[in-house]
């Protein structure tokens, strides 16, 4: 049992360069979220998604992109990676209704130099 | 819009004490969900107690209780009986009953947990 997959685990990036974050989940949950937590800071909302096909922004959306083609899947593009960007990534999902508990991946340190 | 506040950047506990770890929050609505996450040095995010503002009764899960106050915005996490392996990261967060699909975190509150 999986549950939710992120990679990679660590990634350093020049200025300029672009990425893609890998975001799974096995658990057929509707709705992923990204979030990005900065040193000494909670988790910041970048963009969710409620299904496949539909995304939108979060609170920090600026710099990123996300798509969802397939329900297990949400990747988050990062263009044009600048040293803000620093930061270790969560993926998250959870299932419609219920306890509304999120399950969140591993996480992925990425340092933009 | 609502926020989520931990004034207790860091908090440390004797081995087998309890601690308390304050959480405050901001809303105008009536029905929501509160968490507690803990976040241990892998950094993996696990859930640790869960209560519905519509429920009166006080959320536990064996050494983990929380001290719900919705009329103060309050919600504090009491670990008795601590141990080396709570020693983490500790979230607050707070998520709307309807509507929006987001979730707030506090700062977060480390904690210590001393042999």
């Known amino acids: 049992n999986a549950g939710v997959t992120q990679t990679p685990k660590f990634r350093i990036l020049k200025i300029g360069q672009s990425m893609t974050l890998q975001c799974a989940q096995d658990?057929?949950?509707?709705?992923m979220y990204w979030y990005r937590q900065d040193p000494g800071m909670g988790l910041k909302l970048i963009y969710y998604?409620?299904?496949?096909?539909?995304?939108d922004k979060g609170e920090v959306p600026n710099g990123y992109n996300v798509s969802r083609s397939t329900t297990e899947d949400f990747p988050l593009r990062l263009e044009l990676a600048a040293p803000s960007q620093t930061s270790v990534y969560f993926c998250?999902?959870?299932?419609?209704?219920?306890?509304?508990?999120?399950?969140f991946g591993p996480g992925t340190r990425l340092t933009v130099t | 819009a609502q926020t989520v506040t931990q004034s207790q950047p860091e908090m440390s506990v004797q081995e087998a004490e309890t601690v308390t770890l304050s959480c405050t929050y901001d809303?105008?609505?009536?029905?929501?969900?509160l968490f507690w996450y803990k976040q241990p040095p892998s950094r993996q995010m696990i859930l640790v107690i869960r209560?519905?503002?519509?429920?009166?009764q006080n959320a536990t899960e064996n050494r983990f209780s929380v001290n719900f106050q919705k009329a103060a915005k309050s919600f504090s996490l009491k670990i008795s009986d601590s141990q080396l392996g709570d020693a983490a990261m500790y979230f607050c967060?707070?998520?709307?009953?309807?509507?929006?699909?987001?979730?707030?975190f506090g700062t977060g509150t480390r904690l210590k947990v001393l042999a």
């Open positions: 998604s409620v299904g496949a096909g539909i995304t």
């Open positions: 658990m057929n949950h509707n709705y």
């Open positions: 998250a999902s959870r299932a419609s209704g219920g306890t509304y508990e999120q399950y």
């Open positions: 967060a707070y998520r709307s009953a309807a509507g929006t699909y987001k979730y707030i």
């Open positions: 209560q519905e503002a519509y429920k009166q």
């Open positions: 809303t105008s609505e009536s029905d929501y969900y």
